[in-house]
């Protein structure tokens, strides 16, 4: 246990959590396998990049980040992911939105 990596030198606890309970989330990352899901092997993909999810608890993990288990109702799956790997879909700031044009009412569908 002595080899582990913490990241990043920010600790994220000592701030509000980034996403909230039911809030729609894409991953900005693939996520494999770590050992911690059961049923796939170590390494297998678990979550594509592009994927939508919904936050339905909020962990933290070495007292320092927030771990969000997301929801993937596509896949049936519940994966701890970090705020780094997440983006949100409901929250997006407005010129975000106006720079997305339409394709920011195609997001309201995904719903």
Do not use: C, W
């Not at 059961?38 to 608890?57: A, C, F, M, P, T």
């Not at 790997?85 to 106006?98: A, F, G, K, R």
Request: hydrophobic letters at 40%; charged letters at 30%; glycine letters at 10%.
């Amino acid at each position: 246990m002595a080899d582990i990596n913490r990241d990043d030198d920010v600790i994220e606890v000592a701030f509000p959590p980034r996403f909230t309970f039911g809030e729609r989330v894409v991953s900005r990352t693939v996520i494999r396998n770590d050992g911690t899901f059961n049923g796939k092997d170590i390494g297998e993909v678990l979550v594509r990049k592009g994927d939508v999810g919904y936050v339905v608890s909020i962990g933290t993990f070495l007292q320092q980040f927030y771990i969000y288990a997301v929801e993937f109702t596509d896949h049936g799956y519940r994966v701890g992911m970090r705020a780094k790997e997440l983006m949100t879909l409901d929250n997006l700031p407005e010129d975000i939105l106006q720079q997305l044009g339409e394709r920011a009412s195609e997001l309201q569908s995904l719903r």
